[in-house]
Nanobody, 123 residues
């Protein structure tokens, strides 16, 4: 599967962005989907994940209540709605698709990756 992330940009603190990740190739519903991010000088970290059907969701603590992951299996797309952004959210955001049995916070459990989209939050 090929993944194409989009929607990043520059936003002021407190603002919002909606990231999209469009998948092409094999059946989208076959994949657990995740969003990760990597800030300069830091390791890639898990942000949010969603099961194949969308009935199971997991967020890392520092985005709970601010970010919302969703997927539209008819459109082969997963989204990440990000609200109340802070400068600490500045990073390159990646979408990922995994064939494992459930949501994983480990990047090596995901098989396919998008190219990343830059999110910059100014103070």
């Amino acid at each position: 599967v090929q993944l194409q992330a989009s929607g990043g940009g520059l936003v002021q603190a407190g603002g919002s962005l909606r990231l999209s990740c469009a998948a092409s190739g094999r059946t989208f519903i076959a994949y657990v989907m995740g969003w990760f991010r990597q800030a300069p000088g830091k390791e890639r970290e898990f942000v949010a994940g969603m099961s194949r059907s969308g009935d199971s969701i997991y967020y890392v603590d520092f985005v709970k209540g601010r970010f919302t992951i969703s997927r539209d299996n008819a459109k082969n797309t997963v989204y990440l709605q990000m609200n109340s952004l802070t400068p600490e959210d500045t990073a390159v955001y990646y979408c990922a698709a995994g064939t494992g049995w459930g949501i994983s916070v480990q990047s090596d459990e995901y098989d396919y990756w998008g190219q990343g989209t830059q999110v910059t939050v100014s103070s």
